[in-house]
């Protein structure tokens, strides 16, 4: 099946090119501590050799930068770096990655006098002298607070828009075009939507498609799949990311689920009226990276689908994510959340703060409230 792709420029991202004319690149991320050299080096050519086009990295310290720059001489993957709050790590990392992801949610958290557009600019200093590509990369669970104040609370979709419009223009303005755009949601018709309606007005910009924190195999490659038939098969994205929760060793499963789904798009092998059942439970929970708060994230993620498959008739989202970053945020839309610190879990409903449990005492209290989400849903 023959696809008439959106007329994106071309974005160079070490060896490999992105952009209309060339194929849909397929990535992935590290879920080891980046500290951790070994680890790390030993997951990202895992990846490699699985036929990664390109393996994020998170760093959040002056450490995991200089890690990352060790782990550049370990490996010939195509590199790229995750910075959320500390973008300022940029210009350590620079010379190791071929392209910078940042996050126009968090670039406030430091130098909060300072306006964005300048830390924007050092970015595009630093990529333009290092050779990096970038990528603007909204979420859904951190959107620059400044965009969501303008907007009904029920709009997900208009403030990421905005925020990633504004973004483009001031990298254009500055001429610099090495860059693509993502904008993820764990909704995958949330996805559909925003990145359709981004498409339609920056159709020359190269995107990057995920559905964020799509959770646990099987149901999180559902998800993603629902979401890139209709985009992929309306022309729209240049490379993929699926992000599942899986075990350290099974990282690799995140590439041949995107090969997969490329694959069957591609024979034509579409199964988008796919019935994402919204009246069952879903849970949406995160693919972990570098900043997870603990290593006992995935074990506690696949409990919490075991102990939760009673509820399945029932239209309960819960979040389980693994760190401060987008646990915060994303917990706010689900019904109930759970997002892990160093020893304890923080407990939510909704944007309602719980408490927070040592990790072997929190999947009885979600049952306590699961079970009153339950009760409350039949008496209603
Ligand atoms: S929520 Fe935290 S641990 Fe999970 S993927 Fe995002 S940054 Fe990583």
């Known amino acids: 099946m023959e696809i008439e792709r959106n007329p994106t420029r071309t974005v160079r991202i070490g060896n490999v090119e992105i952009g209309a004319g060339h194929p849909i690149a397929v990535q992935s991320m590290t879920a080891t501590h980046t500290r951790n050299i070994d680890a790390t080096v030993e997951q990202i050519n895992a990846l490699h050799a699985a036929g990664a086009d390109v393996i994020r990295v998170a760093v959040d310290s002056r450490q995991d930068a200089e890690a990352l720059l060790e782990i550049r001489r370990q490996t010939s993957a195509n590199l790229a770096v995750d910075l959320q709050e500390n973008y300022r790590m940029a210009e350590i990392v620079a010379p ?10 968090h670039l406030y958290h430091h130098e909060r006098e300072k306006p964005w557009q300048d830390k924007v600019r050092y970015l595009v200093d630093i990529a333009g002298e290092h050779n990096c590509a970038m990528r603007v990369g909204v979420n859904c669970g951190s959107v620059d607070p400044e965009k969501l104040a303008h907007y009904d609370p029920e709009d997900s979709i208009s403030p990421m828009l905005e925020s990633a419009r504004e973004h483009c223009e001031l990298l254009d303005s500055l001429g610099y075009h090495r860059y693509c755009v993502s904008l993820k949601d764990s909704d995958p018709e949330k996805v559909i939507e925003v990145n359709r309606r981004f498409a339609e007005q920056r159709p020359d910009v190269p995107l990057h498609l995920g559905v964020t924190e799509a959770g646990l195999p099987p149901d999180g490659v559902i998800k993603t799949r629902i979401a890139f038939e209709q985009l992929i098969g309306r022309g729209i994205g240049d490379t993929i990311r ?7 060793p099974r990282k690799i499963e995140e590439i041949a689920a995107g090969r997969q789904i490329l694959d069957d798009i591609r024979q034509g092998r579409v199964r988008s009226v796919v019935h994402f059942d919204r009246n069952s439970l879903n849970i949406i929970a995160c693919p972990s990276c570098s900043r997870v708060e603990n290593e006992a994230f995935i074990e506690l993620a696949e409990e919490v689908k075991e102990m939760t498959r009673y509820a399945h008739d029932y239209a309960i989202t819960i979040a389980v994510m693994g760190c401060r970053v987008n646990g915060p945020g994303e917990t706010d839309d689900a019904d109930l959340g ?14 309602e703060s719980l408490g927070a449990y040592p990790y072997d005492a929190i999947l009885p209290r979600l049952k306590q409230e699961l079970d009153q989400l339950i009760a409350a849903k039949s008496d209603g």
């Open 96 to 105: 190791a990655v071929d392209k910078i992801r940042y996050n126009p949610g």
């Open 242 to 248: 699926v992000s599942l929760t899986v075990p350290n």
């Open 338 to 351: 759970l997002w892990c610190g160093p020893s304890h879990v923080n407990l939510k409903r909704g944007s």
